[in-house]
């Protein structure tokens, strides 16, 4: 299908829209939430303890770059903004940092851009654009807190093809404020969750999340919520599979889950109490691209033991991939980090069924 009408002979309405959607996507934009973008992958290496740092708001110019050039897009003319739309609002974010100002600090402006986001797509006027929304991103400052959650509730709520939800930030002292501004919702058609452990009053809303990952906090209590509401979880991120955590997943189990990314660095035997796996992710530092690692041989083997014994069905594909991401840990501490150009490729390894 092309973009070409009958009033415009120009050439560039004969570009196929699939070409369009190519050029806009993440392999020439950095777009957060996408394979190559660090969040919240790299911050696994630091260790679920140590992680306070997990970015407030993000303050890097070309996570504005895709936004900026889908509104450009969408304003040329009737026949683009029937395609750029729908794409500009797929993606909702309120948890860029703008350009700083002396007389409003960070959290005021994260807030109130979520703020304002949320009050547009409850509008009724506005809910053609609210229909194209499938990811959204936000950050939680604490300001005007109170008013800010029961609202973000009623918004996610009112979001018929919402998908994926990136939280990246809100303090635990929150936490139950933020549950209960979710006690009423249900969002059946969300499927992939990335939060803080803090937000697990938005996840129990879930009961058909495949994908969840823990991007800031010890995921315990994700954990303990994933086992009561969320039985359909197919991939864990973030996860510390602690000795009591073993022996309930003994008791109820996670059957359909299938993938898992943990830190290279993690107690990887630990993940032999999942069943039906079929690839096991390790987060490693750069070092381990070695072929000569020991270290990495030693985790692609112990990976691969569990692997072999996978109740999965034999002929389906088993896979042990380590990604290699770099140390952050000096970034401790800093209100913003920038991921985009930290990742530096994976590796997947097959492991053969005897």
Known sequence: MSL????????VFNVPIEIWREIVSASNFLILGSETDGIPRSLLLLGRSRITSCPKVINAPRYW?????????????????AVFLPLLWERVEACFESKPSLSSPWNKRVAMALLHKCKGLLKPQ???????????????????????????????????NLDTLHILHLQWKYADLLDDSFEKVEMKGLRTIIIPSSAYGVLACAPNARDVSCNEGKADVLLDTILEFCPNVERLQ???????????LKAAGLPKLREIVVPSHSKIDALAVFKHLTLIELIGYPSLKK??????????????????VSDAAKKTKRVVRVSYWPDITGMLGMMTITYGRYWEGAEDFEVEVL
């Open 65 to 81: 770059e895709h936004p900026t050039t889908l509104r450009a897009l969408s304003q040329t003319c009737r026949t683009f903004r």
């Open 126 to 160: 506005n809910q053609s654009l609210a229909s194209y929304v499938r990811v959204m991103s936000v950050s939680f400052s604490g300001h005007r807190i109170k008013e800010v959650a029961p609202l973000f509730a009623k918004c996610l709520a009112s979001l018929p």
């Open 238 to 248: 973030g996860f510390e599979i602690t000795t009591l955590k073993q022996k309930r």
């Open 4 to 11: 070409k009408t009958q009033s415009s002979g120009q050439a």
């Open 291 to 308: 072929k000569e690692s020991e270290e990495k041989q030693r985790c692609i083997e112990a990976a691969s033991k569990i692997l072999r």
